[in-house]
C-alpha cells in the first residue's frame, strides 16, 4: 500500500530500491511496471541501466489512476457488493463510478504518453542544435 504519511514521504525517489519500498512491492514487480503498465519512472542518461528517479506526486497519481491498487491489494468495499436486484440510483452509482475509473485512466495514460513524447521531442532538438555547430 502506499504511505499515506505525507509528512515524511520524500518528494523524489532516486532508485528502483527506493520506490519498490514506497510501493510496498520487490523491486522487479516495479521495473515490470515500467515496461508494462509505464510507471512514470525517469532516466538520468541513455540506456536501461541508467539511473532512475520518479516524483512521488506523479507516482500517487499513477497509482490512483492505473487501477493496480485495486487488482493486487485492496479488497472491493462493502459498499460496492450489492445484490443482482440493485435500486436504479445504485445502480447508476457504479456505471458512474466506473466510468470515472476509466476516464481518469485514459487522462493518465495520455499524460503519462504525452510526457514522453515531450521528452523525445527535446532530446531530438538537442540534437538538431548539437548537429549545427
Given at each position: 500500500?502506499?504511505?499515506?504519511?505525507?509528512?515524511?514521504?520524500?518528494?523524489?525517489?532516486?532508485?528502483?530500491?527506493?520506490?519498490?519500498?514506497?510501493?510496498?512491492?520487490?523491486?522487479?514487480?516495479?521495473?515490470?511496471?515500467?515496461?508494462?503498465?509505464?510507471?512514470?519512472?525517469?532516466?538520468?542518461?541513455?540506456?536501461r541501466?541508467s539511473?532512475?528517479?520518479?516524483?512521488?506526486s506523479?507516482?500517487?497519481?499513477?497509482?490512483?489512476?492505473?487501477?493496480?491498487?485495486?487488482?493486487?491489494?485492496?479488497?472491493?468495499?462493502?459498499?460496492?457488493?450489492?445484490?443482482?436486484?440493485?435500486?436504479?440510483?445504485?445502480?447508476?452509482?457504479?456505471?458512474?463510478?466506473?466510468?470515472?475509473?476509466?476516464?481518469?485512466?485514459?487522462?493518465?495514460?495520455?499524460?503519462?504518453?504525452?510526457?514522453?513524447?515531450?521528452?523525445?521531442?527535446?532530446?531530438?532538438?538537442?540534437?538538431?542544435?548539437?548537429?549545427?555547430?
Amino acid at each position: 500500500m502506499v504511505r499515506q504519511n505525507t509528512n515524511a514521504a520524500p518528494k523524489v525517489l532516486n532508485s528502483w530500491k527506493e520506490i519498490a519500498s514506497y510501493l510496498d512491492r520487490g523491486v522487479r514487480t516495479v521495473q515490470r511496471w515500467e515496461r508494462e503498465l509505464q510507471l512514470p519512472v525517469h532516466r538520468i542518461g541513455k540506456g536501461r541501466r541508467s539511473p532512475v528517479y520518479v516524483l512521488v506526486s506523479e507516482l500517487n497519481f499513477w497509482m490512483s489512476t492505473s487501477g493496480v491498487i485495486e487488482k493486487t491489494q485492496i479488497p472491493k468495499p462493502e459498499v460496492l457488493q450489492f445484490p443482482r436486484a440493485l435500486p436504479r440510483s445504485a445502480q447508476d452509482s457504479r456505471r458512474l463510478l466506473a466510468s470515472m475509473q476509466t476516464l481518469a485512466r485514459s487522462l493518465a495514460e495520455a499524460s503519462v504518453r504525452q510526457h514522453r513524447e515531450a521528452e523525445l521531442l527535446q532530446k531530438r532538438i538537442l540534437e538538431m542544435k548539437a548537429r549545427m555547430r
